[in-house]
């Protein structure tokens, strides 16, 4: 007895026709994902440019960035976007530089606006799973500044800065929702049960474990060292420094215990990252950058440590300090420490002078992924990463932060103070702009002034639909209880 099968003969091979080419297209389809690279992008907030071992700290223990630093690349002219917290997360995030930014103070919850595109809304476009975690920073909850809008599947930790001033807050927020860290009360800031930076390293290390077979972009705005400072006294870090007979100053000496074990934790946290990327066999093709937010603060300074106990901007070999620090658009408050790792990709060791800043990641992030980068201030990085003699160069760069102005172009780098006339530096021969040069170079200054008028756009800001969610928040930070 024959048997006939339940479909003729040309809807069999049609289907099996139709089976092979999904197949084809998904392999295909894996291929290509497997070209792209995975991408995690660390920042840590106030890491200063010479707080680290291989930049010559000796008080700092940073064992994994020092080992990142001779498997990567250092830039040794990277600058931040701006030189406080909310600005310049708007300038990497968005690609744009200060003069053109949507939210341009650092009140903790100002927002970007909704059709702003961002660099994981871009990354998504080529099939990038996005989280981020850490601190926000441009768009409190109930605002058109939200992660979630911007591209993120996930995002974890702080939305308003300021609630990001206590480790030990009685919640952190996940896609605006709040959840709940066992043990922390809200009156407390220095002591509680759950520490909010473990949390964000947890759920960093679980978005890359869930994301690891497809590509992912891995956003950590974390907030050590950053203070106001509280540890765990069970962690290993904090056990390293709690007995260091140091004298800070005015600033209490556990503050600097702290702060250095933060430090090392960090560096912790991040070789348990590059463990991880080995377990699941992608560190080769997974690309990690490493930067620093803004300029480093000069804490617990005194009359035996004039530029902060671990002078974060104070250069140990020449003793040559940057100017100002954090919130100046001095050198001191714009120059960050900035590396990156890829195996196999970028030579291991290398050192590149090329002058950059934060505008130019979102190119950077576009080239390297396959993206189309939204209009931007930046230029991209990709040559110089993987060692092209086709780098771009800017022809200028700008800054603007409450009254003050700056301009770099080469070695010249004009700066207006919020009052007072413009101001002209040769940062090749003065790099802590000691000397005033505006008088001897008025053509130079005309030139440079001139750029900075035409950079500056009138703001238009994101909107604030309600503001109870970000008061509770802010209601978080001690110094902010009572307010509203």
């Given at each position: ?29 894996a291929a290509e994902d497997s070209n792209k690279p995975n991408i995690i992008y660390l920042m840590l907030d106030e890491w200063g440019y010479f707080e680290s071992g291989h930049m010559g700290s000796e008080k700092l223990l ?41 939210m341009r103070s650092n009140n903790g919850f100002a927002p970007i606006r909704e059709d702003e595109p961002t660099l994981a809304s871009m990354l998504k476009t080529k099939g990038y799973a996005t989280g981020g975690f850490g ?220 002058l950059c800043y934060f505008p130019d990641i979102m190119p950077t992030l576009a080239d390297l992924s396959g993206a189309t980068s939204p209009k931007t201030d930046g230029l991209s990085l990709a040559p110089t990463l993987l ?98």
């Open positions: 007895m024959s048997h006939h099968p339940p479909y003729p003969l040309s809807t069999l091979m049609f289907k099996s026709l139709i089976s092979v080419l999904i197949l084809g297209t998904f392999q295909l389809s940073t064992p994994n960035i020092d080992q990142f630093a001779s498997e990567g690349m250092r830039f040794t002219n990277a600058y931040a976007g701006a030189p406080v917290c909310g600005p310049t997360r708007c300038v990497l995030l968005t690609g744009l530089h200060s003069g053109h930014t949507s601190k926000w920073g441009i768009g409190g909850r109930d605002t058109s500044g939200i992660p979630e809008k911007h591209g993120f599947d996930e995002f974890f930790g702080y939305y308003d800065q300021v609630h990001a001033h206590t480790f030990y807050p009685s919640y952190l927020i996940r896609n605006s929702k709040e959840v709940p860290l066992p043990g922390n009360k809200s009156e407390t800031f220095y002591e509680g049960k759950t520490h909010a930076q473990d949390e964000i390293f947890k759920e960093s290390l679980k978005f890359i474990e869930k994301n690891h077979q497809s590509p992912f972009f891995c956003y950590l705005p974390w907030t050590p060292p950053h203070g106001l400072w509280g540890i765990n006294k069970d962690d290993p870090s904090w056990q390293l420094f709690k007995d260091k007979p140091w004298k800070a100053g005015q600033r209490r000496d556990q503050d600097a215990k702290v702060y250095a074990a933060f430090m090392h934790m960090i560096d912790r946290q991040l070789g348990q990252i590059i463990d991880l990327l080995k377990e699941k066999k992608i560190d080769d093709n997974t690309i990690i950058f490493i930067c620093g937010d803004n300029g480093g603060q000069d804490y617990f300074n005194s009359k035996e440590a004039p530029h902060g106990f671990f002078a974060p901007n104070l250069n140990p070999k020449t003793q040559r300090r940057f100017r100002a620090g954090k919130g100046s658009l001095y050198e001191g408050g714009l120059k960050v420490p900035f590396l990156v790792r890829w195996p196999e990709k970028i030579k291991a060791g290398s050192v590149t002078h090329h060692g092209k003699e086709t780098q771009p160069e800017h022809p200028y760069l700008y800054w603007e932060f409450v009254g003050q102005t700056a301009v770099r172009k080469n070695q010249w780098k004009a700066y207006k103070p919020k009052k007072g006339n413009w101001e002209l530096y040769d940062l090749s021969t003065d790099i802590e702009e000691q000397r005033n040069i505006a008088a001897q170079h008025p053509k130079i200054l005309q030139e440079l002034t001139v750029l900075a008028k035409s950079s500056h756009q009138p703001i238009r800001p994101g909107k604030i639909y309600n503001r109870d969610l970000i008061n509770k928040d802010r209601l978080q930070a001690p110094h902010n209880r009572g307010k509203k």
